[in-house]
């Protein structure tokens, strides 16, 4: 794959949230929560179009005025609480391939991640174009607690023990593996892969790491004033 090569953004929202009633298209910073996402994917060089997936209507009226394309609506099947956003994926790349030919790169901008920054797409593009046997890249961020120091389960006593345990008795963090979290600022696939496989980790996964300021995922009216919070200290800033 090359800098030449069709890289088409996509933005997958349903419009059954229950963590926040309406989540996709509620204001944030002026602007509903899907328009961050679709502004940034359009301000990306070197994505061909900007597709958005949803099964509202509602949602499809926003995403059209903040310039993305909705050329179908999702079936209902695949919006479910329990449906994975995965089948979600393979249904659009194979509209895609149907109607408008084969591309190179899926690239899956979720609007739940409405801080990410246009160089972050770009550096996860780049990390698929320099790793040609790369099937998929995941954004991430360093983890707070560790499951080898400060994450703990529970017996069937009750008692805590660690995740992870044998990391040669630790006692600081320092000396543990470092971890990360998995963020869903950006998701770069081969198509063909996602067609083919039935879950990320089926293959060979790159990482890009993105700073925490900028990889918050909005799942809570707690995360969702968060954001705001980000959104204007971003403001301030400048």
């Not at 229950?18 to 509620?26: A, I, S, Y």
């Given at each position: 794959?090359?800098?030449?090569?069709?890289?088409?953004?996509?933005?997958?929202?349903?419009?059954?949230?229950?963590?926040?009633?309406?989540?996709?298209?509620?204001?944030?910073?002026?602007?509903?929560?899907?328009?961050?996402?679709i502004?940034?994917a359009?301000?990306?060089?070197?994505?061909?179009?900007?597709?958005?997936?949803?099964?509202?209507?509602?949602?499809?009226?926003?995403?059209?005025?903040?310039?993305?394309?909705?050329?179908?609506?999702?079936?209902?099947?695949?919006?479910?609480?329990?449906?994975?956003?995965?089948?979600?994926?393979?249904?659009?790349?194979?509209?895609?391939?149907r109607?408008?030919?084969?591309?190179?790169?899926?690239v899956?901008?979720?609007a739940?991640?409405?801080?990410?920054?246009?160089?972050?797409v770009?550096?996860?593009?780049?990390?698929?174009?320099?790793?040609?046997?790369?099937?998929?890249?995941?954004?991430?961020?360093?983890?707070?607690?560790?499951?080898?120091?400060?994450?703990?389960?529970?017996?069937?006593?009750?008692?805590?023990?660690?995740?992870?345990?044998?990391?040669?008795?630790?006692?600081?963090?320092?000396?543990?593996?470092?971890?990360?979290?998995?963020?869903?600022?950006?998701?770069?696939?081969?198509?063909?892969?996602?067609?083919?496989?039935?879950?990320?980790?089926?293959?060979?996964?790159?990482?890009?790491?993105?700073?925490?300021?900028?990889?918050?995922?909005?799942?809570?009216?707690?995360?969702?004033?968060?954001?705001?919070?980000?959104?204007?200290?971003?403001?301030?800033?400048?």
């Open positions: 794959m090359s800098d030449t090569s069709r890289c088409i953004a996509f933005i997958f929202a349903r419009g059954g949230s229950k963590g926040v009633p309406g989540k996709n298209v509620k204001e944030l910073a002026g602007r509903p929560l899907i328009a961050h996402s502004m940034t359009r301000a990306c060089r070197r994505l061909e179009t900007v597709i958005v997936s949803t099964d509202d209507p509602g949602i499809a009226d926003v995403a059209r005025a903040f310039g993305a394309e909705v050329p179908f609506m999702r079936p209902p099947h695949l919006a479910t609480d329990t449906a994975p956003e995965w089948l979600a994926w393979q249904h659009a790349i194979d509209w895609f391939q109607e408008r030919g084969s591309f190179d790169a899926f899956s901008l979720p739940t991640s409405p801080l990410r920054a246009v160089s972050d770009d550096r996860c593009l780049d990390a698929f174009i320099d790793c040609p046997d790369t099937d998929i890249v995941i954004t991430v961020r360093e983890s707070e607690r560790s499951p080898y120091f400060n994450m703990v389960r529970l017996d069937a006593s009750g008692h805590a023990r660690l995740v992870i345990e044998g990391a040669g008795g630790s006692a600081r963090r320092q000396d543990t593996p470092v971890v990360y979290d998995i963020t869903t600022v950006a998701y770069v696939a081969r198509p063909a892969f996602v067609l083919s496989a039935e879950r990320i980790f089926a293959g060979l996964v790159r990482t890009v790491e993105v700073p925490r300021e900028r990889s918050l995922d909005i799942d809570t009216p707690f995360d969702f004033r968060l954001a705001e919070f980000l959104m204007q200290d971003r403001v301030d800033s400048q």
